[in-house]
């Protein structure tokens, strides 16, 4: 962070749409700088090989209408479609005695649904898959000038009632337990408090899913991209305090003071109650804002493999149903070495949603490896090194709902101070990361409007 440390918008934290926020900030003309708090990477090396930091299969956020505006001003719609493109394949359901391949072309859908399931499960399956595309549709309009999301209070409930749609009804059978099946994976918040996770995003990646080998911590790289590109900064520095002015901000990194305008909170709740802790009334009314528990959590399992241990017909994403401990997403992309290349084997990383408090890695490996052995035979002789991440660096978390079943989730904006936003998971928490793209669109006209700067775009 070479010279002035004063800034027009600070965004602190690791979460993707801090990232998108600084990058929209930079391209808009805001003089910005990302802090990351932690260091996000599209790989962690264990033993000599590169493990996905996060999960490879992602919401194809190129179909979800309140992702599209912020893409298409970061020109990064091509630049998904490329980094796919290496690992396009199909997706694949799998259970006791279930192998099911969805291919997106409708004539071979077809033939696979006739092929695993009974004619009538099969003409059920094809007519739920079909409709899956107007599933999600009726937030279209709810996201394009969405309301105060939450509401907060009686009256703000009644007024934004009329905007909401209603709950959809779910498809039952194979594609309803699908889609519950992934919607923890496809958003932070899931349950009766967010219809529109199951409804929109898991829906969205049954049908297409975005395949990127680093997930999330790929994206988060392409939009760091975008933001130097744009002239805007990533601090090297750990960010340690937050105070606020009647104007600004002041922060502390690394013990060099860094004043900004505006401060967009992409963390967690427990990061932001660190940065503020010890501060006055307005620190003490964001922090309480914040504090939104996560009850669970996406676990990884890696697995470096012999190519020869996948068999054939095992597609490059699957969901594998009917387990103890729930749902797996599986995904199977070449694995990569920290030097050298590798020689055909393939890196299988496997999610699970745990509870937040679980630790045991080798049991994690364990009871996966148990559940993978049906649909894998003799998969475990093939194993070169093995790996739990049981809390992600580019962690996922679920958020615990409401008694009452309201919706929970942060504003980009906060009444607590007109120059604070959030662009977390947890804004807009049941969108997942069409959400985030969302909140970091909100942010970003939010600090421009404030910088009192008009609208220009970096080259």
């Not at 010279?3 to 910005?32: E, F, H, K, Q, W």
């Not at 703000?156 to 992934?182: D, H, N, Q, T, W």
């Not at 528990?293 to 190519?307: E, N, T, W």
């Not at 049906?374 to 615990?400: N, T």
């Amino acid at each position: 962070m070479p010279g002035s440390r004063i800034y027009d918008v600070v965004v602190v934290g690791p979460d993707v749409g801090g990232a998108a926020a600084a990058a929209l900030c930079a391209r808009r003309g805001l003089r910005t700088v990302l802090a990351p708090m932690t260091k996000v990477a599209t790989a962690r090396e264990s033993d000599g090989w590169l493990l996905p930091a996060a999960h490879p299969m992602i919401v194809p956020l190129r179909q979800l209408s309140a992702a599209m505006p912020s893409l298409d001003e970061l020109g990064l719609g091509a630049d998904l479609l490329r980094q796919a493109a290496a690992t396009q394949g199909g997706f694949q359901i799998l259970g006791d005695k279930l192998r099911l391949s969805l291919p997106a072309e409708p004539s071979k859908r077809k033939v696979e649904l006739s092929r695993e399931l009974a004619p009538a499960q099969a003409e059920q399956a094809e007519r739920d898959f079909e409709a899956l595309e107007d599933l999600g549709k009726p937030w279209d309009a709810f996201l394009t000038d969405p309301p105060p999301w939450p509401p907060r209070g009686f009256f703000e409930k009644r007024r934004v009632r009329k905007f909401v749609p209603p709950s959809p009804a779910l498809p039952e059978g194979l594609i309803g337990e699908c889609l519950r099946a992934l919607a923890p994976f496809a958003a932070t918040l899931v349950g009766d408090s967010a219809p529109e996770a199951t409804a929109r995003e898991a829906s969205a990646l049954l049908r297409s899913p975005l395949r990127l080998w680093g997930g999330t911590g790929q994206l988060h790289e392409l939009l760091r991209e975008r933001l130097t590109a744009g002239g805007g900064e990533v601090a090297p520095d750990q960010t340690t305090q937050v105070r606020f002015e009647r104007k600004g901000a002041v922060l502390q990194m690394d013990g060099a003071e860094v004043r900004a305008a505006c401060v967009v909170f992409a963390c967690g709740a427990e990061d932001i109650a660190r940065l503020l802790e010890g501060g006055g009334k307005v620190e003490a009314k964001l922090g309480e804002e914040a504090a939104l528990p996560a009850a669970r959590k996406v676990s990884l399992a890696h697995f470096v493999v012999r190519g020869e241990a996948l068999p054939l017909p095992l597609e490059e994403a699957a969901l594998l149903l009917g387990q103890e401990g729930g749902p797996l997403v599986i995904s199977a992309l070449p694995a990569r070495k920290a030097r050298g290349e590798a020689k055909g084997e393939k890196v299988l990383t496997v999610a699970r949603v745990n509870e937040v408090e679980f630790e045991d890695g080798a049991g994690f490996l364990k009871s996966v490896r148990a559940a993978l052995d049906p649909v894998l035979p003799y998969f475990e002789r093939h194993i070169l090194h093995e790996l739990a991440d049981v809390s992600p660096a580019a962690g996922h978390r679920i958020l615990r709902p409401h008694e009452d079943a309201d919706p929970i989730g942060l504003r980009p904006a906060t009444d607590a101070h007109d120059r604070v936003m959030f662009a977390s998971a947890a804004t807009y928490p049941g969108f997942g990361l069409e959400g985030q793209l969302l909140a970091a669109r909100a942010a970003a006209d939010q600090a421009l409007a404030l910088s009192g700067k008009k609208k220009i775009s970096a080259t």
